[in-house]
């Protein structure tokens, strides 16, 4: 009669191992998933200050008002000096303008670097739409190499149409150059000459450029 209790039941532990299994992995599933959606809702939507990216040059109107655009460079992580040769530019709503930063190398390899980027106030973002950028792709320097690095962008005329940036008149956009995360790990080493750190980034150290 014990025999017969105990099959049922190792039935039901079976199945609840079952379904506990399928959900953990659902649950990792959702998880990985749950940043590229993000992501793209962001690029969709501009939410928390993401930029729009245009795939051709705007042709559109132009509008008789001006914005300024304010400049922002940030490292993390990174042995790299990184600024906008310009701070800010004054443009017209609508006009297509390109902006410059400067990057350069402090350390004695090649260090691959990626920014990310966002505009304040956030909602702008929906409007601001980068042509070309630096960002839409990793950068190798070589040691001591400096590289200008221009972006393209404009501002939708339609900002002028939202209650709440009716009357905007500054932009900031901001990026953060950060290290491309490295596949082996990497010796330490001296740095180059005004350079503040003793070892290698946590970098994929890559000798193209």
């Known amino acids: 009669m014990s025999g017969e209790t105990s099959k049922p039941r190792k039935v039901s532990n079976g199945i609840v191992a079952a379904v506990c299994l399928a959900f ?5 599933g959702m998880a990985y998933a749950a940043v590229p959606l993000y992501k793209m809702f962001c690029q969709i939507t501009g939410y928390g200050g993401t ?3 245009a795939e051709k040059l705007y042709a559109g109107r132009v509008l008789d008002r001006d914005i300024t655009i304010r400049f922002d460079a940030n490292t993390n992580g990174i042995p790299w000096r990184f600024e906008p040769v310009a701070r800010s530019v004054t443009i017209r709503i609508g006009a297509t303008t390109q902006a410059h930063y400067s990057a350069t190398n402090m350390f004695d390899r090649p260090i691959t670097g ?4 966002n505009v304040q106030p956030e909602m702008a973002g929906a409007y601001f739409n980068k042509v070309e ?4 792709t990793d950068t190798t320097l070589k040691p001591g190499e400096t590289l200008d690095m221009p972006v393209v962008f404009y501002v939708d005329p339609d900002i002028v149409n939202v209650p709440e940036l009716k009357d905007l008149k500054t932009i900031t956009l901001s990026y953060t150059m950060f290290p491309v995360e490295k596949k082996q790990p990497v010796a330490s080493s001296t740095p180059a000459a005004g350079g503040g750190t003793n070892k290698v980034p946590d970098t994929e150290a890559s000798l193209g450029g």
């Open 24 to 28: 953990f992995t659902g649950m990792v």
């Open 51 to 53: 930029t729009q990216r």
């Open 114 to 117: 990626r920014a990310s980027f």
């Open 133 to 136: 950028c630096f960002c839409f």
